[in-house]
């Protein structure tokens, strides 16, 4: 079982960025990728982008491609999703999580073994 805790959110403009960071309680190098999920108000939770056990790999959901970027530091322990270019439909609850799993359909359909508690990203004026 691994630890999950996401900090960085809060308030920012439309256009503007945001950084969140995510860390592990457990030495993530190797055996767990990692990624993050979002579930905005009314909606259900979605992928956003994972990266895989060492950082060589990465995918991501379409509507955030070329705007987000997934990265992780492994001597940290950490994953970071730096957000630009937000929109206010990127206004969500974003989860972290991680699974020793990063190939296949798992990703996308949120079938994901160890989760954070969220952290508020709202992108407003």
């Known amino acids: 079982q691994v630890q999950l805790v996401e900090s960085g959110g809060g308030l920012v403009q439309p256009g503007g960025s945001l950084r969140l960071s995510c860390t592990a309680s457990i030495d993530i190098t190797g055996n767990y990728a990692m990624g993050w999920f979002r579930q905005a108000p009314g909606k259900e939770r979605e992928f956003v982008a994972a990266i895989d056990w060492y950082g060589g790999s990465t995918i991501y959901a379409d509507s955030v491609k070329d705007r987000f970027t997934i990265s992780r530091d492994n001597a940290k322990n950490t994953v970071a999703l730096q957000m630009n270019s937000l929109k206010p439909e990127d206004t969500a609850v974003y989860y972290c999580?991680?699974?020793?799993?990063?190939?296949?359909?798992?990703?996308?359909?949120?079938?994901?073994?160890?989760w954070g508690a969220g952290t508020l990203v709202t992108v407003s004026s």
């Open positions: 999580a991680a699974d020793q799993a990063f190939y296949g359909s798992r990703w996308y359909t949120g079938d994901i073994r160890n």
